[in-house]
């Protein structure tokens, strides 16, 4: 095989791996091609994206911003991801609250839950990841929405 036809080759892998990452709305992939011995491609394509974290409830995200006064306005305006019952997302991906389209959700804002209760899917790469409870609590607050991309380490869920 010629320099110039593995060269190509290569540049049209890179172009398919950049295509991945903006179908399956992914900010960082990384893949290593061992082509024999001494003879490798190390590829690492990534993008900038802004992280949104929305509420089961947006609805009331325009009373706290207009009663800034209220007691509860500063917990509510918070980082989530730093309460100490935030549950964090161990991944990239996409994020279903039910484990089907039309059945009923694993868990709901109030509900007890128990460490290892599967409490939501994170979809990455085609796969299904349940994502378990790692302590048992209430479920407070719901940080994300069914069908929601999701970053590492964003916050899905308060269980205190």
């Known amino acids: 095989m010629s320099t110039n036809n593995s ?4 540049v049209s892998f890179i ?8 179908e ?18 190390n590829v690492r394509v990534s993008r900038q994206t802004q992280v949104v ?4 409830a947006p609805a009331a995200a325009p009373a706290v911003v207009a009663a800034p006064a209220a007691a509860a306005a500063p917990a509510a305006s918070a980082d989530p991801a730093s309460h ?12 279903y609250l039910a484990p089907e389209p ?17 409490i939501l899917i994170i979809e990455a790469m085609k796969t299904m990841n349940q994502i378990p ?11 994300v929405e069914d069908g929601a ?3 590492y380490g964003a916050p899905l869920v308060i269980i205190e």
Do not use: C, I, W
């Not at 060269?7 to 290569?10: E, L």
């Not at 399956?24 to 001494?38: A, H, M, P, S």
């Open 7 to 10: 060269h190509d080759s290569d």
């Open 15 to 22: 172009r398919a791996l950049a295509e991945l990452l903006r």
């Open 24 to 41: 399956n709305d992914l900010t960082e992939l990384q893949v290593k091609r061992e082509y024999g011995e001494d003879d490798s491609l």
């Open 53 to 56: 974290t929305t509420v089961s």
């Open 84 to 95: 100490p019952g935030a549950v964090t997302s161990p991944m990239v991906g996409t994020v």
């Open 102 to 118: 039309g059945a009923a959700a694993f868990v709901t804002v109030g509900q007890q839950v128990k460490e290892g209760d599967t």
């Open 133 to 143: 409870a790692p302590r048992s609590g209430k479920l407070t607050r719901l940080l």
């Open 149 to 151: 991309a999701v970053e």
